[in-house]
Each structure stands twice: as C-alpha cells, then as structure tokens.
C-alpha cells in the first residue's frame, strides 16, 4: 500500500471524515470505523512512518505512546469500561496506528487458546533465557 491510497492519511488530510478526539501537529486520534467495542480509539502520527511501530525511532515512539495514554485515561472517564487495553499488530494497515480497546468485561476478545499441552518447565525456561538474551 503506498501513501497515496492510505486510508489514514486521508484522514489525516480530511479527505475521509472521522470522529476525532484529539490532534495537533503530529498526531490525531480517532474512533474506529470498524469498532469491535464501543469507544474503540485508533492512534496515529499524522506522518505515514514505518508501517510497524517498532521500527519507528524511539523519540517519536515515546511521544506516541505518551499520547496513548492520554487517549486511554480519556476513554476511560469516558466509557467507564472494566479495563481498557491497547492493541498493536498493524496487519491490515501499513500506517502505525495503536488500538485503544475499552473493555465493558472481560474475554470480549477471545484469546487464542492456550497451548495443549503446556511447553514443559525446561522449554519454558529454555524461552525465557532465550528472550532474556536479546534484551542485552
Ligand atoms: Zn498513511
């Protein structure tokens, strides 16, 4: 997908309307068209940057994350959910963008189902050494 067609940034330019709730020069939120719940917020930098936020360098991920916070604290004064929880996978859409997801109860979502059987303790152990290694 290329800029020219990002349906995002034609938010951003007001080509599309939506629902915004808050923007300023670099960033604009905006509830979800497609909401699986109600209240579902999308946060976006106006630029179209990588297309997966952990390729975007980190002061502007910072940035972007503070601004998810804020939105987050505004949602929940504002819908009140259970919990509210953020979302990040980017699939459909090669503009970063962060899925603000007000939950009204728990297993809304449905998780995927858990491992049958269990990795062992050794495999468990021998993942998180192996994570714990990457972090350095
Ligand atoms: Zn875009």
């Given at each position: 997908?290329?800029?020219?067609?990002?349906?995002?940034?034609?938010i951003?330019?007001?080509?599309?309307?939506?629902?915004?709730?808050?923007?300023?020069?670099?960033?604009?939120?905006?509830?979800?068209?497609?909401?699986?719940?109600?209240?579902?917020?999308?946060?976006?930098?106006?630029?179209?940057?990588?297309?997966?936020?952990?390729?975007?360098?980190?002061?502007?991920?910072?940035?972007?994350?503070?601004?998810?916070?804020?939105?987050?604290?505004?949602?929940?004064?504002?819908?009140?959910?259970?919990?509210?929880?953020?979302?990040?996978?980017?699939?459909?859409?090669?503009?970063?963008?962060?899925?603000?997801?007000?939950?009204?109860?728990?297993?809304?979502l449905?998780?995927?189902?858990?491992?049958?059987?269990?990795?062992?303790?050794?495999?468990?152990?021998?993942?998180?050494?192996?994570?714990?290694?990457?972090?350095?």
């Amino acid at each position: 997908m290329t800029k020219e067609d990002c349906i995002f940034c034609k938010i951003v330019k007001g080509e599309i309307p939506a629902n915004k709730i808050y923007e300023d020069k670099e960033v604009i939120a905006f509830l979800d068209a497609f909401p699986f719940l109600r209240g579902q917020t999308l946060v976006i930098p106006k630029k179209h940057i990588a297309p997966w936020l952990f390729d975007v360098e980190d002061k502007t991920y910072t940035k972007l994350m503070l601004y998810v916070k804020k939105v987050v604290r505004a949602v929940e004064k504002a819908m009140k959910p259970f919990k509210t929880g953020i979302i990040v996978e980017g699939i459909e859409l090669e503009h970063v963008h962060i899925k603000v997801f007000p939950f009204p109860e728990t297993g809304l979502l449905g998780y995927p189902k858990k491992l049958d059987p269990l990795p062992s303790k050794e495999e468990m152990h021998e993942i998180a050494e192996k994570i714990k290694r990457e972090l350095s």
